[in-house]
């Protein structure tokens, strides 16, 4: 099935944003690792391998309907943070983000008719609630443990058993 040039266009650009989150994530993981935080690095390096992969379903997709990749520009994301929490909280701003631009990718489908995106999107939505759920819960861990240095060394080192990229989803 053909994609349309509307659909192609709105492909690339998500496309585009999982490139940025794994740009962004990786920033986040170098910073992490050298605060001296490297289960929390670890955890963020599968989390930007896993929206490398989410890309790459996007770039297959475009692909296999027809259509042509076009890959968007990045801006470069800050190199410092203020603390693990603070890391975290704008992971999930922007895991917030991803889900509300999915959204629109959904809308913009059911608009075009375009039916053979539904399965794509579908598995989106699903991975976003997991992915918010994820992260919205080491949010809650880390504001707990904010006062607790023996408490925040071991979040660190349960993070850092994430085994591998998409381990968490
Ligand atoms: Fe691919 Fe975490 O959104």
Known sequence: MQIEAAMETAFNEQMTREFASAYVYTAMAGWLHAE?????????EAQAAEEHAHAMRFFRFVLDRGGRVALGQIAAPPATYESILDVFERALEHERAIS?????LYALAMEHS?????????WFVNEQVEEEATVSQIVDDLRRAATHPQTLLLL???LGAR???????
Do not use: H
């Open 114 to 122: 375009d039916y053979a995106s539904v399965p794509l999107l579908d």
């Open 156 to 158: 660190d080192r349960e």
């Open 163 to 169: 085994s591998s990229p998409g381990a968490t989803g």
């Open 100 to 104: 509300a631009a999915i959204k629109e």
């Open 36 to 44: 001296g935080f490297p289960g929390a690095g670890s955890w963020m």
